[in-house]
């Protein structure tokens, strides 16, 4: 069973997909878009090209476990997946952009030239923790 799992963003979307035993986190890429409709029908038309059954949606916390308005827009483009005949988890994503940030940096890449980069790592990290917690 394939899992994608998916680091919302305003301007870039990274996204993890696993391998097809949902063991381990497979193949990672980032999707150029900032119109949520536009942005659920790729998302969509991706985990049926890559025979994904689940979707794991990041959900930004604030740290206290508050949400703010970005989880509010996680939860609109969970609606927009589930519209589109996905089936969507929501997945505490607090700290992935930093980790993914910490990752690459700690591998030599440059700030400036990871930008899009750091939304597939994150979208990793959040593949990762929910396929650990579902072993």
Known sequence: MRVMAI??????????VSDPLGMLAGETFVIAQ????ALADQLAQAARDRGAETLVLGLPRNMDGTEGPRAEKSRTLKALLEQRGMT????????TTVDAHRILRDNGKKEKKHRATVDAVAAALI?????????
């Open 34 to 37: 900032w119109d949520p409709n």
């Open 88 to 95: 969507v988890v929501l997945w505490d994503e607090r700290r």
């Open 7 to 16: 680091d919302y963003g305003d301007a870039r979307t990274g996204v993890a």
């Open 127 to 135: 593949l990762e923790g929910y396929l650990g917690s579902v072993r």
